[in-house]
């Protein structure tokens, strides 16, 4: 079987009348494809996943050319085969799981953002093997536990897998919601209070982060006890009024106790003052 990268023009245009494009489509649809074809085969993509390309375009377009909204889905899906074309693995997870291409179709046919997240964190892809958990995300206040959770694999004292770590959850977190926004699955006022609390289980914990940094370093106030902070962010805004959306900055306001006296039990001791306004620059 010809492979779509070894297809002429000809062959092309025959799979698309066949597939039912109208007419008047096909001329910028080809001119889509042949840019397409010409950016894989630019691209390092080896044997392997010229194989895996040959099998699953077809397959692909399938699914596209039978959605009454191929005309805004063909270049979603195109960009992100062209994201993950290098990386066989990726491609070898949507040929071997038909649910899983199926959902990718749907959802980049339903939504930009999710079309961007994809292509711009193929990882996400794994997300779209599991379709309960689209459809079920996590209960909103489980968030904060579920982070300490992901976060307690990671080595200790690893900030720049850390800040990772935080990245992904965030990410696949942010896929779930959406997902289950887009199919129906959750009900629009919950969005925002899901996109709440996953924004305060990351804020706690980069504060948490933050005072470990600082207090390894200069020790703690001297007068705090039994592991108290005294430090407080509040949220303004769609933060703090619970009407976070998908693309809403975060608001914050860091308030502390003014309190006299130094730290103990660090390398280097501060004047409380000093120790505090180090938190919000690590954070």
Same mark, same amino acid.
């Given at each position: 079987?010809?492979?779509?990268?070894?297809?002429?023009?000809?062959?092309?245009?025959?799979?698309? +009348?066949?597939?039912?494009?109208?007419?008047?489509?096909?001329?910028?649809?080809?001119?889509?494809?042949?840019?397409?074809?010409?950016?894989? !085969?630019? =691209?390092?993509?080896? +044997?392997?996943g010229?194989?895996?390309?040959?099998?699953l375009?077809?397959?692909?377009?399938?699914?596209i050319?039978?959605?009454?909204?191929? =005309?805004?889905?063909?270049?979603?899906?195109?960009?992100?085969?062209?994201?993950?074309?290098s990386?066989?693995?990726?491609?070898?997870?949507?040929? #071997?799981?038909?649910? @899983?291409?199926?959902?990718?179709?749907?959802?980049?046919?339903?939504?930009?953002?999710?079309?961007?997240q994809?292509?711009?964190?193929?990882?996400?892809l794994?997300?779209?093997?599991?379709?309960?958990?689209?459809?079920?995300?996590?209960?909103?206040? =489980? $968030?904060?536990? #579920?982070l +300490?959770? $992901?976060?307690?694999?990671?080595p200790?004292?690893d900030?720049?897998?850390f800040?990772?770590?935080? =990245?992904q959850?965030?990410?696949?977190?942010?896929?779930?919601?959406a997902?289950a926004d887009? *199919?129906?699955?959750?009900p629009?006022?919950?969005?925002s209070?899901?996109?709440?609390?996953?924004?305060?289980?990351?804020?706690?914990?980069v504060?948490?982060?933050a005072?470990?940094?600082?207090?390894?370093r200069?020790g703690?106030?001297?007068?705090?006890?039994?592991?108290?902070? !005294?430090?407080?962010?509040v949220?303004?805004?769609?933060?703090?009024?619970? #009407?976070?959306? $998908?693309?809403?900055?975060?608001? *914050?306001?860091f308030?502390? #106790? @003014?309190?006299?006296?130094?730290?103990?039990?660090?390398?280097?001791?501060l004047?409380?003052?000093?120790?505090?306004?180090?938190?919000?620059?690590?954070?």
């Amino acid at each position: 079987m010809v492979g779509f990268l070894e297809a002429d023009f000809d062959e092309i245009e025959q799979m698309l +009348q066949e597939s039912g494009i109208q007419s008047d489509d096909v001329d910028g649809i080809l001119n889509k494809l042949g840019q397409f074809k010409e950016s894989l !085969n630019r =691209r390092a993509i080896g +044997q392997r996943g010229r194989e895996v390309l040959t099998q699953l375009m077809p397959m692909v377009f399938s699914l596209i050319f039978k959605q009454e909204s191929y =005309r805004t889905l063909l270049p979603r899906i195109l960009h992100l085969i062209e994201k993950i074309s290098s990386r066989t693995t990726y491609l070898e997870l949507l040929l #071997e799981n038909p649910q @899983a291409l199926r959902q990718v179709i749907e959802l980049c046919g339903k939504s930009q953002l999710i079309s961007d997240q994809l292509s711009q964190h193929p990882i996400l892809l794994d997300e779209l093997l599991n379709t309960e958990s689209l459809r079920n995300p996590l209960p909103f206040t =489980r $968030y904060a536990d #579920e982070l +300490q959770q $992901y976060l307690l694999r990671l080595p200790p004292n690893d900030e720049e897998q850390f800040i990772n770590a935080l =990245r992904q959850f965030k990410q696949a977190t942010l896929l779930r919601v959406a997902a289950a926004d887009i *199919l129906g699955a959750l009900p629009v006022m919950k969005v925002s209070d899901h996109l709440t609390y996953l924004a305060e289980a990351i804020i706690q914990s980069v504060v948490n982060l933050a005072w470990k940094q600082v207090s390894a370093r200069f020790g703690i106030p001297q007068h705090l006890q039994n592991g108290e902070k !005294n430090f407080l962010v509040v949220g303004y805004g769609k933060l703090g009024g619970l #009407e976070l959306g $998908y693309k809403s900055d975060l608001d *914050l306001v860091f308030l502390y #106790e @003014a309190v006299e006296g130094q730290t103990v039990g660090g390398k280097k001791s501060l004047i409380v003052i000093s120790f505090t306004l180090n938190l919000p620059k690590k954070s």
